[in-house]
């Protein structure tokens, strides 16, 4: 039987869906938690004496405060989904072209592709001393961190987090001369169940820990401004810089997440990139390279209204 607590949680994931509560509500639930918690500190008070004051109101009050702490949580998590892009696209390395960011945006993206030629010098030298499973292994993994070789000079962006996405970007195009920018939004809703759980849980990891990022970061920024211009609060502001850590470590976890979502980017790219092409009603290609120049002739179709020269049906 379920109970109480399941049945809640059940309408709370119909309603508002699993992918905003796990990957923005519960962060912002994390951070209003531990700013509720500094608050009290800053204005000498304990959780005790929160508890206290709390049970002073009646149980319409509690109710009614309650209902008004929920709502005012979810609004502030819509309002965090509505910048969770904005602040992705910031994490990747597309950031404002300004005099100062353009360079900095040059320096670091050199500095990826360094790393990224390194890694590839390594695999040659394994290569050459007949060390083939670690070169394979080491060629896999820069593989899913940066964009392939041919790519890295035009392709690298500043952060590393970028560099794996864009990395299963230029998968589809490399191996299917597919643009998955132009692409992916067309084939998504054409996959089945599976393909799309798989896909939607690797996606919620990754959203969840750069809101978990950009919330420590904002709390280990504010927090410590706002307690040392109090006064007298220099260890609890000291304290709330612990917040930076936290912010490191779901850096740490957005790359690995990034990476395991392009994996799955990839494994629907290999296994269903034709269904696109059955629902569109394409004559399918046997031959790959026939497929490839399908494939850019159906991109340059959506994105710039090149008329179509594939046989078979097809409507925009």
Request: with cysteine; net charge positive.
């Amino acid at each position: 039987m379920n109970t109480l607590l399941e049945v809640g949680l059940g309408s709370a994931e119909r309603i508002l869906g699993s992918r905003f509560l796990i990957a923005v509500l519960l962060p912002v639930l994390l951070a209003a938690g531990s700013s509720g918690l500094a608050a009290l500190a800053a204005t000498d008070h304990t959780p005790g004496d929160a508890l206290r004051a709390w049970q002073q109101y009646s149980a319409s009050g509690q109710l009614m405060a309650a209902l008004w702490i929920l709502l005012g949580l979810i609004a502030a998590a819509y309002v965090l989904a509505l910048f969770h892009l904005p602040l992705l696209r910031l994490l990747e390395g597309y950031w404002p072209q300004t005099a100062l960011l353009r360079g900095l945006a040059r320096r670091r993206a050199e500095r990826q592709r360094s790393r990224a030629r390194a890694g590839w010098d390594r695999v040659r030298e394994l290569h050459d001393a007949g060390e083939r499973t670690g070169g394979s292994t080491l060629a896999a993994q820069l593989l899913m961190a940066y964009p392939p070789p041919p790519r890295l000079e035009q392709g690298c962006l500043p952060t590393a987090l970028g560099n794996r996405l864009r990395a299963a970007e230029y998968y589809p195009l490399e191996r299917y001369g597919i643009d998955a920018v132009v692409i992916w939004s067309r084939l998504r809703p054409l996959l089945p169940p599976e393909a799309t759980d798989r896909v939607t849980s690797a996606r919620t990891a990754l959203d969840g820990a750069i809101s978990l990022l950009g919330l420590s970061a904002a709390f280990g920024t504010v927090w410590p401004v706002v307690l040392l211009l109090r006064g007298g609060h220099a260890t609890l502001a000291a304290l709330t810089l612990l917040a930076w850590p936290v912010a490191w470590a779901a850096h740490r976890a957005s790359l690995q997440a990034a990476t395991a979502y392009g994996q799955e980017v990839r494994v629907v790219f290999d296994l269903h990139r034709r269904a696109l092409l059955r629902h569109l009603e394409l004559d399918v290609p046997d031959d790959p390279a026939a497929e490839r120049l399908l494939w850019d002739d159906l991109a340059q179709f959506y994105l710039r209204n090149v008329p179509f020269a594939g046989s078979g049906r097809l409507s925009p």
